[in-house]
């Protein structure tokens, strides 16, 4: 089975500048997580898609962190214009959502805002 | 609204037994546990369900306390692979019927040969 794949694996950019993060989920899962993980910390949920479809996003800062996914598989992060508290590693994760599954992550996209 | 987890960091020796607890301030429905190396993504190991038996992966156990708010991570026997960081995630309930986990603070194991 292939796992969740996310890239770019690192991306550096100066603040104020856009960037954008892609992940691509198990085959068939229908729930796909973004996580941003501060070095040190543990990572904290930005927003949450079931199918094409939002379930939470209540943690994010929707000034600037935008992120869809049209087709409910592959699902694209945004940030617009990045700030240097931005800098941290973004994970994404998907679930099968039966209740009993945990989460498979991807390998994440280190962010560094100068 | 994070889940705490305890100790913050240990140092093992090969062989040795660990054990990291994870207290939540809200009601547990249920725990997942995470294993994540410097510089990978965290790795599944287990799901605590309420009022499931306790569970088990390798020499890695958990238990889930319902009334305590906490579950507790053991692990028998450590190896050098158990290296890494810790992280316990709870279960938060949403609106119809969705959920979502929060990740706790992370607890940072070294084993050491």
């Known amino acids: 089975e292939a796992g969740v794949a996310q890239s770019p694996r690192y991306k550096i950019i100066e603040k104020r500048q856009s960037v954008a993060f892609w992940c691509n989920p198990i085959?068939?899962?229908?729930?796909l997580y973004w996580y941003q993980q501060i070095l040190g910390q543990g990572p904290k949920l930005l927003i949450q898609f079931q199918n094409n479809g939002v379930v939470d996003d209540s943690q994010l800062p929707k000034d600037r962190f935008s992120a869809e996914r049209l087709k409910g598989v592959d699902s694209t992060l945004k940030i617009q214009p990045a700030k240097l508290e931005d800098s941290a590693v973004y994970l994404c994760?998907?679930?099968?959502?039966?209740?009993?599954?945990?989460?498979?992550f991807g390998s994440g996209t280190r962010l560094t805002v100068v | 609204q994070q889940p705490v987890q305890s100790p913050q960091a240990v140092i093992l020796r090969e062989g040795e037994d660990a054990v990291i607890n994870c207290s939540s301030s809200k009601a547990l429905y249920s725990v997942h546990w995470y294993r994540q190396k410097h510089g990978e993504a965290p790795v599944f190991l287990m799901i605590?369900?309420?009022?499931?038996e306790q569970k088990g992966h390798e020499k890695i156990s958990a238990s889930f306390n319902e009334k305590k708010q906490q579950s507790s991570l053991y692990l028998t026997a450590s190896q050098l692979s158990y290296s890494g960081t810790y992280f316990c995630?709870?279960?938060?309930?949403?609106?119809?019927?969705?959920?979502?986990?929060?990740f706790g603070t992370g607890t940072r194991l070294k084993v050491l040969a």
């Open positions: 994760a998907s679930s099968a959502g039966r209740g009993f599954d945990g989460y498979t």
């Open positions: 995630g709870t279960r938060r309930e949403g609106a119809s019927g969705t959920y979502k986990y929060i």
């Open positions: 085959s068939g899962h229908a729930t």
């Open positions: 605590l369900l309420k009022g499931g």
